[in-house]
């Protein structure tokens, strides 16, 4: 095969990568947790064309040049040494969620890219093998291979960080609304972010803490417990931003309306609404509650004027192949 196609999930994490062991190959310094997002998804379109002088890379519409086109390009290296091959490829993706707002989506675009391009290269990868190449496009990436609720093992080598699922999709009616209080690409990177983490005097205590902190939340989700996972992953987010303002250089990620929702939910959790916050890298708050919450939620945001819109995630599967999109 030379062209195929491919869909992943964006995750969220419930307990985040944030630093790196090797900037390089990205392996973190701690494992993480996460869930797929059922409608937060990037389709790819890979095709080797040995008439191709470079790689052409177009996403939502637009020809990229520059950094974003290095770093696939610099990916499909990757798969090319794999592959054994040498030709250029012409690369299409599209997401159906804002770029670069805090909804993951160099995590759906690496595990979209390293599915089709392995496929189209004529490979069919054993799903650790995969996640592991996912990983070195963008560390979230590794979490967006395998479906639903999934962990992705902190390790000292290439070949043993990678992330599996722990449960599947139906285990739990678990709901991501991602709440978007802006839609501007956010100025510093998550690349850029783990970098400056390390020189956070909190850095080393945050890694030690979630030596236990890890197998908590995953027996949380596994008991579908929201009175554990709730708590937990509000103190995560925060934890991570502690880190991140006190990097160097320090990096505030929240805009005015993300602190405004952060109080909200807690004024909505006080009179009783069990819904509970996360946040990535970005300015966009993720409410998260059970499946039987979720309505009374999307109709209290429904009220706050400067929540421009949302976006309703289920637990979502894993990357998968599909026909090429129609043109
Ligand atoms: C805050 O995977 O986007 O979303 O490896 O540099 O691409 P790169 O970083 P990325 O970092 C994700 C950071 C996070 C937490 C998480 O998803 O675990």
């Known amino acids: ?91 299409e993706s599209s997401n159906s969620f804002p770029m670069g707002t805090g909804i993951a989506s160099s995590a759906s675009a690496f595990a979209a890219l390293s599915l089709a391009a392995t496929a189209a290269a004529g490979l069919s990868l054993p799903e650790p093998e995969l996640s592991a190449l996912a990983r070195r496009g963008s560390g979230s990436a590794a979490r967006s291979v395998p479906p639903g609720f999934v962990e992705w093992h902190a390790a000292g080598d290439h070949a043993a960080s990678f992330a599996a699922s722990f449960a599947p999709p139906e285990h739990w009616d678990l709901r991501d609304i991602v709440a978007v209080v802006s839609r501007d690409h956010k100025r510093t990177g998550s690349t850029d972010g783990h970098g400056a983490a390390l020189a956070s005097p909190f850095f080393a205590a945050r890694i030690a803490g979630l030596q236990a902190e890890v197998p908590r939340v995953r027996q949380a989700i596994l008991d579908r417990d929201m009175a554990v996972l709730g708590p937990a992953i509000e103190a995560e987010a925060l934890a991570l931003h502690a880190i991140a303002l006190t990097g160097r250089p320090a990096l505030l990620y929240w805009a005015p309306a993300t602190v405004a929702l952060l109080h909200q939910v807690h004024a909505w959790r006080d009179a009783g609404l069990p819904v509970w916050f996360t946040l990535d890298a970005g300015p966009n708050v993720h409410l998260i509650c059970d499946g039987a919450a979720a309505g009374d939620v999307e109709g209290c945001l429904r009220q706050l004027d400067y929540v421009e819109s949302w976006l309703h995630n289920h637990a979502g599967g894993a990357a998968r192949l599909v026909p090429a999109p129609a043109v």
């Open 1 to 91: 095969m030379t062209s195929a196609t491919a869909v992943a999930c964006a995750n969220i994490a419930f307990v985040k990568y944030w630093g790196n062991l090797s900037p390089d190959l990205r392996l973190p310094f701690n494992s993480s947790l996460s869930m797929n997002l059922s409608a937060a998804t990037t389709t790819t379109t890979v095709r080797f064309d040995p008439g191709l002088a470079s790689d052409h890379v177009v996403i939502d519409g637009e020809a990229r040049a520059g950094a974003p086109r290095d770093r696939v390009a610099h990916h499909l290296d990757l798969v090319r040494a794999r592959a054994g091959i040498g030709t250029h490829a012409a690369v």
